[in-house]
C-alpha cells in the first residue's frame, strides 16, 4: 500500500562535506586536464555527445496540489535545450558499456535560482538507473579514478576503493550498464538521485511515450546516427515525471543504493517534454555547438528545488570545476537566435 507524500524528509550534512567534495571536483578535474593533452577540451564525465536539440516543456493543467511548485504551479510552456551523451570521461565507441545520460534545459523559468540567482533556467539530468550502486560520492568518484587509468591498474584500484563491496558493486554496476540499449529514444531516463519540491522531495524520470525499435548499434556513433535518422522521420515525446518521498526506509535520501518502488511510492506525470522533428535540411546552424558549450547541472535550480543527499551536494563542487576548467558558455537567457526565429 503507498504512503501518501511526505514532507519529513531530513538531509545529513557531514562537517568535512566541503573539502572531501572539492578533493574529489579536482580529482575529476585532473582526469579532465590530462585528456585535454591527447584530446579536444570537453567535460570531465559525459564526454562524449550524441545530439543537441531544441525542445519544448510543457507543464500539465492537472498537477496534483502537492506538486505544485514554481513552474509546475500552472499549465505553461518553456523552450528547452537538451543533450544525450554517453557517461564515460573518455571518447569511446557507443558499443562499449557506458552509462547513457540526457540532460535538459528550460529556459524562461522564473524565481530565484540557486547558484546564479538572477537566472532564467531549470535543468534535469537523468540516465537509465533508478538507483546507483555506490554507497558514497567517494566510491562514485573512486571508480571513474580507477577505470580511467591503465587497464591493469583498474582492479587493484577498485580493491582500494571499494575492499569487501567491490563484488556487490560490480554486480549492480553490471546489471545497469549490461542492459541492451539500442535507441536512446527507447528507454526510461532517472534522476536517480532526489531533489527538493517545496516542502517535498522527489525522484523524477523521462519516460518515452511510444516505445522505440531500432536495430542493434554496432558501430562507434550508432546512437548519434540512429537518433538523427529517427528525428528525420519524427519528433520524439517523453512523460516526465515525479516521484515523491513518502518515508526514511522506503524512499531514502542520502542512500541512493536504494531504488524508490513505484509500489511505494507511484509516479506522478507532470509535464510533457517534445523534442520535434528535424527537418530534411538539418539542425539551425551552430545549435549543436551551443548545447556543447552549455553547462547542465542539478543545480541549475529554483530555490525550491535544491538537490538532495551527499552524492548531490558532491556534485555542486564537480559540476562547477568541471565547466570552468573547459571554460563553458554562461547560462543561455533566452534571446539565443534559435528560440526567436524572425
Ligand atoms: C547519480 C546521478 C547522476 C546523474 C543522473 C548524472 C547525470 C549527468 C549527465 C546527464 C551529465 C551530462 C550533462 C551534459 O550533457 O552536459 C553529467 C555530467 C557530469 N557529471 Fe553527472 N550525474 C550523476 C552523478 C554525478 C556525480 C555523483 C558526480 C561527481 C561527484 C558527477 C559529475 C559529473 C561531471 C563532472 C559532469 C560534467 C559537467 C560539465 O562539465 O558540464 N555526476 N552527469
Not at 12 to 31: C, K, Q, S
Not at 64 to 69: F, K, L
Not at 126 to 140: K, N, R, W
Not at 252 to 274: G, I, K, M, R, Y
Amino acid at each position: 500500500m503507498p504512503l501518501p507524500p511526505s514532507t519529513d524528509w531530513r538531509e545529513t550534512v557531514g562537517e568535512d562535506e566541503t573539502a572531501r567534495f572539492d578533493a574529489l571536483a579536482a580529482t575529476l578535474a585532473g582526469i579532465q586536464r590530462a585528456r585535454s593533452e591527447r584530446h579536444p577540451m570537453g567535460r570531465a564525465l559525459h564526454y562524449k555527445p550524441h545530439a543537441g536539440l531544441l525542445a519544448e516543456f510543457t507543464v500539465h493543467d492537472d498537477v496534483p496540489t502537492w506538486a505544485q511548485v514554481g513552474i509546475f504551479a500552472a499549465p505553461g510552456r518553456f523552450p528547452a535545450y537538451v543533450r544525450y551523451s554517453n557517461g564515460s570521461g573518455a571518447f569511446q565507441p557507443d558499443t562499449e558499456p557506458d552509462v547513457r545520460g540526457i540532460a535538459v534545459k528550460l529556459v524562461g523559468v522564473p524565481g530565484t535560482k540557486i547558484i546564479h540567482p538572477d537566472a532564467k533556467t531549470q535543468d534535469f539530468l537523468a540516465i537509465l538507473s533508478p538507483s546507483v550502486p555506490f554507497a558514497t560520492p567517494e566510491e562514485f568518484v573512486g571508480l571513474v579514478q580507477a577505470v580511467s587509468g591503465h587497464k591493469l591498474l583498474a582492479l587493484p584500484r577498485l580493491l582500494g576503493h571499494f575492499g569487501l563491496r567491490l563484488g556487490k558493486v560490480l554486480g549492480k554496476l553490471k546489471e545497469g550498464l549490461g542492459t541492451r540499449v539500442d535507441s536512446l529514444a527507447a528507454p526510461t531516463f532517472y534522476s536517480a538521485l532526489p531533489i527538493r519540491w517545496g516542502d517535498y522531495a522527489v525522484k523524477y524520470s523521462f519516460v518515452p511515450a511510444a516505445p522505440a525499435k531500432a536495430d542493434r548499434v554496432t558501430t562507434p556513433d550508432g546512437y548519434r546516427d540512429e537518433l538523427a535518422g529517427r528525428l528525420a522521420r519524427g519528433g520524439l515525446s517523453y512523460a516526465f515525471r515525479v516521484q515523491p518521498y513518502v518515508d526514511p526506509a522506503q524512499t531514502p535520501v542520502e542512500d541512493n543504493t536504494v531504488e524508490w518502488l513505484e509500489a511505494d511510492s507511484p509516479w506522478v506525470t507532470v509535464a510533457t517534454l517534445d523534442i520535434p522533428r528535424v527537418e530534411a535540411d538539418g539542425q539551425p546552424e551552430g545549435l549543436a555547438d551551443f548545447v556543447e558549450s552549455l553547462v547542465f547541472d542539478p543545480w541549475h535550480a529554483p530555490t525550491e528545488f535544491r538537490p538532495l543527499g551527499a552524492m548531490q551536494r558532491a556534485r555542486n563542487h564537480a559540476y562547477r570545476d568541471s565547466s570552468i576548467t573547459r571554460g563553458a558558455a554562461p547560462e543561455p537567457d533566452g534571446t539565443e537566435a534559435w528560440l526567436n526565429p524572425s
